[in-house]
């Protein structure tokens, strides 16, 4: 069983900038797709940006120019950089991978993290 594991969430005023980082432990075939999504009171979950194993990103219209996703392969890791954030922004990140495992590697399974708030308030 792969965890995701997030770290980085908090408080920031607006105009600040945060990092969030997302680790994947256990058994892992391959990691594929991984990226952010997020969920604010009384909204649904969505996505925020993905990057593929290969470095190809996609961006939700309201964080381009402000959010960097990026990942270590290495290091089974994905990150959200994000700058110039607004009190919209604020919300649980969810980190989110496609994840094969060596047991069974032709299925793809999607593996959620536990979710870290992040707060934009002054």
């Known amino acids: 069983q792969v965890q995701l594991v997030e770290s980085g969430g908090g408080l920031v005023q607006p105009g600040g900038s945060l990092r969030l980082s997302c680790a994947a432990s256990?058994?892992?075939?391959?990691?594929?797709?991984m990226g952010w999504y997020r969920q604010a009171p009384g909204k649904e979950r969505e996505l925020v940006a993905t990057?593929?194993?290969?470095?190809?990103?996609n961006y939700e219209d309201s964080v381009k120019g402000r959010f960097t996703v990026s990942r270590d392969n290495a290091k089974n890791s994905v990150y959200l950089q994000m700058n110039s954030l607004k009190p919209e922004d604020t919300a649980v990140y969810y980190c989110?991978?496609?994840?094969?495992?060596?047991?069974?590697?032709?299925?793809?399974?999607?593996?959620w993290g536990q979710g870290t708030l992040v707060t934009v308030s002054s």
């Open positions: 256990g058994s892992i075939f391959s990691l594929n797709a």
């Open positions: 989110n991978a496609d994840v094969q495992y060596p047991t069974n590697w032709r299925r793809h399974v999607e593996v």
């Open positions: 990057v593929t194993s290969g470095g190809r990103t």
